[in-house]
């Protein structure tokens, strides 16, 4: 009674009972069943097809009647034809079975796919977005032209009242030498007393 106890406990595993079927890979016997419905889906399975119910037909009707070995109403090939089809459907589901497992499997790796796309594309979309608010405070092309072009503008006029003033300067050099001679080309400075001489009494 103990024993018998014993072996129905419950945080043990049952043992298996019945007959055991012998196990086979079933992935092998997946692409085997792939290969014959692949190859009962070609036109060349239906051709030859055709030729042997053909030649089955030709062979029972017109040979003599002792080698006729599947007579008129062609019973044995009504049977062989029912078996191909028995046989063909479930092949052709189980086919179709891991085709559809193959499509899941790729729905999920395309949908993974477009969900990292998303997630980058958010991410650059957010990192453009901060690149445009940072660079709105930084100085664009055309604002440094108008500078450049600003500071040029000034440093031609700057260039024209210097060359005024000189012109201006020789003009009066000639007649406060009262020599007549021209003018020395040479720059102007407080040593020898140049701004002291130009500059009008007060």
Do not use: C, H
């Amino acid at each position: 009674m103990a024993e018998q106890r014993r072996a129905e406990r419950l945080d043990q595993p049952r043992e298996p009972r019945g007959v055991k079927l012998p196990r086979f890979d079933a992935e092998a016997f997946g692409r085997w069943s792939e290969g014959i419905a692949r190859g009962m889906g070609t036109a060349n399975f239906i051709v030859y097809m055709t030729v042997v119910i053909a030649l089955w037909f030709g062979w029972n009707t017109l040979a003599p009647a002792d080698l006729r070995f599947d007579p008129y109403t062609f019973t044995f090939l009504t049977l062989v034809l029912s078996l191909q089809a028995s046989y063909a459907a479930p092949l052709i589901l189980l086919a179709q079975n891991r085709q559809t497992d193959r499509d899941r499997v790729a729905l999920e790796e395309d949908r993974r796919r477009a969900t990292l796309q998303k997630a980058d594309t958010e991410y650059l979309a957010r990192e453009v977005a901060a690149l445009r608010i940072a660079l709105g405070e930084v100085a664009t092309r055309d604002f440094l032209r108008s500078e450049l072009a600003r500071l040029a503008e000034e440093l031609d006029a700057a260039a024209q009242r210097r060359q005024k003033r000189e012109r201006r300067q020789q003009e009066r050099a000639p007649g406060r030498s009262g020599g007549g001679e021209p003018p020395l080309d040479e720059p102007r400075d407080e040593l020898d007393g140049d701004y002291a001489r130009d500059r009008p009494e007060g």
